[in-house]
């Protein structure tokens, strides 16, 4: 299953794990409104201590393909389209779900089981999304409080707003993590995490901090000449004439890094 989703909205939004452990305290589940395009159903979701509304608009594109999803709770929205999933079989699934012969784990794996597109809010949203299984890719823009775990497969994941923070985590596979701030987790595999290249001087607190560089199996990606320092924190990184824009986390020998694509 190929899946699309392009978001949008100012607040925290979701795919995956943390709906799913909301949706294990869901109540009071009506349809609001029904027709041969849209399906509006509300309910009532109990969410550490605090109950709020929960409200889901899912449009039908042709050939029984969902379209578009809406949905807000509390004061969070957000929006998701494209080609997602084949609409009588999500209900299906959400039925039985809800009926309690399908776990949410299985309902959560199924719809991400393929390969996953994600492209998120550029207008300050951040985005919470775990990916399960499949080669997916996630572009960020905006968010700082960003948690991507990608599971298994060989994934990319991308986020060049400086301003931008959060975790990112590639999980079991090939990946590759092009960030400018926040932490970058390649899991195990073959992971490549880019020297992305910074020009903004007031950029100092803003890195890609590699928390967990495997010596002689990962590599780092730069298309410029390296520059770097030591210090008890790790190797910084900087490339070009930019700013220092990477920490490779306990490193502290520029020979123990593998380098692709650079002239230093």
């Known amino acids: 299953m190929a899946t699309l989703y392009t978001l949008r909205g100012t607040d925290n939004q979701y795919l995956g794990e943390p709906t799913l452990q909301a949706f294990n ?27 709020k509304k929960y409200r889901e608009t899912i449009l039908i594109a042709n050939n029984d393909r969902v379209g578009r999803m809406e949905y807000s709770y509390g004061s969070s929205s957000g929006v ?10 999500l209900v299906q699934r959400g039925n ?4 309690g012969t399908l776990s949410f784990q299985e309902y959560e794996e199924w719809l991400y089981k393929g390969t996953d597109v994600i492209d998120g ?3 300050g949203g951040s985005l919470r999304g775990w990916t399960h299984g499949g080669d997916d890719a996630v572009y960020l823009h905006s ?3 960003n948690y991507i775990d990608a599971g298994d497969g060989n994934d990319y994941i991308q986020n ?9 985590r590639g999980g079991n596979g090939n990946d590759r993590i092009a960030i400018t701030n926040g932490e970058a987790w390649g899991g195990a595999g073959n992971d490549v995490f880019n020297l992305v290249p910074i020009f903004d001087a007031a950029s100092i607190y ?9 010596i002689g199996v990962d590599t780092v990606f730069a298309q410029g000449p390296v520059y770097h ?11 070009g004439e930019g700013e220092t824009s990477m920490l490779i986390k306990n490193i502290y020998d520029i020979n123990q890094v593998t380098f692709d694509n650079s002239f230093g």
């Open 25 to 51: 305290r869901i109540t009071n589940i009506r349809v609001i409104s029904q027709d041969n395009i849209r399906v509006v159903r509300e309910a009532d979701i109990t969410y550490e201590g605090e109950t």
């Open 80 to 89: 998701a389209s494209g080609e997602l999933f084949p609409f009588s079989e």
């Open 96 to 99: 039985a779900v809800y009926a």
């Open 121 to 123: 809010s550029r207008e």
């Open 143 to 145: 968010g700082d409080a």
């Open 160 to 168: 060049f707003n400086i301003y931008s923070d959060g975790v990112y």
């Open 206 to 214: 803003s890195y890609a901090n590699v928390m967990d560089y495997e």
């Open 229 to 239: 320092a030591v210090s008890d924190a790790g190797l910084w990184l900087s490339v």
